[in-house]
């Protein structure tokens, strides 16, 4: 029962990889899609980030505040 299991599994991971490879009429797969977006989205990360960082990490108490 653990073969068929990992056959149906290579199978799927195979069968996901060809189409995240395949070709469109334009040329271009969703392989090409996500790596030209994801400096866009590196960079929206970092303002999230900046924001909670701004937001929760100027709160840390210091050793006068215990007194």
Same mark, same amino acid.
């Given at each position: 029962?653990?073969?068929?299991? $990992? !056959?149906?599994?290579? @199978? @799927? %991971?195979?069968?996901? %990889?060809?189409?995240?490879? /395949? ?5 271009? &797969?969703? !392989?090409?899609? !996500? &790596?030209?977006? @994801?400096?866009?989205?590196?960079? +929206? @990360?970092? /303002? $999230?980030?900046? +924001? !909670?960082?701004? +937001? $929760? ?8 505040? $215990? +007194?």
């Amino acid at each position: 029962m653990g073969l068929l299991r $990992y !056959i149906v599994l290579g @199978a @799927a %991971v195979a069968a996901g %990889v060809k189409y995240a490879t /395949k070709k469109r009429p334009d040329g271009k &797969s969703f !392989i090409d899609d !996500i &790596s030209e977006k @994801a400096p866009e989205w590196m960079n +929206q @990360a970092k /303002k $999230y980030t900046d +924001q !909670i960082k701004d +937001q $929760y990490g100027a709160q840390k108490p210091t050793h006068r505040d $215990y +007194q």
